[in-house]
């Protein structure tokens, strides 16, 4: 089981930017990709980004793509979520997953394919 931890989620007014980061540990190869979810009150979970750890394939929903980067620092055992032009619908909680390719080395942004979760950041955007 690979355990997670979110951190440095905030208060940042719409066009501001935010690093989120995610340390992990107890990393197994059965779970290759890292990504990023959010939820919004009311809102259904839904994935933001995702990347595969040997490959570093990444994947973007649509309304990120352009904004965010999400990249890994094997060497720290952390995955960050650059966030870039921040938006008031980007408000969220934002949490990172570890889970399974649906493909090879493509993974996913469906939270079905994604096993251990952290418990969670918040990000909230001001207009």
């Known amino acids: 089981q690979v355990q997670l931890a979110e951190s440095g989620g905030g208060s940042v007014q719409a066009g501001g930017s935010l690093r989120l980061s995610c340390a992990t540990s107890g990393y197994t190869s059965s779970s290759p990709c890292l990504g990023w979810f959010r939820q919004a009150p009311g809102k259904e979970r839904e994935g933001v980004a995702a990347i595969h750890t040997f490959g570093a394939g990444t994947v973007y929903v649509a309304p990120v793509k352009g904004r965010f980067i999400i990249s890994q620092d094997n060497a720290k055992n952390t995955l960050y979520l650059q966030m870039i032009s921040l938006q008031p619908e980007d408000t969220a909680m934002y949490y990172c997953?570890?889970?399974?390719?649906?493909?090879?080395?493509?993974?996913?942004?469906?939270?079905?394919?994604?096993?251990?979760w952290g418990q969670g950041t918040q990000v909230t955007v001001s207009s």
């Open positions: 997953a570890a889970g399974r390719p649906w493909y090879g080395a493509m993974c996913a942004l469906d939270r079905g394919y994604y096993s251990d």
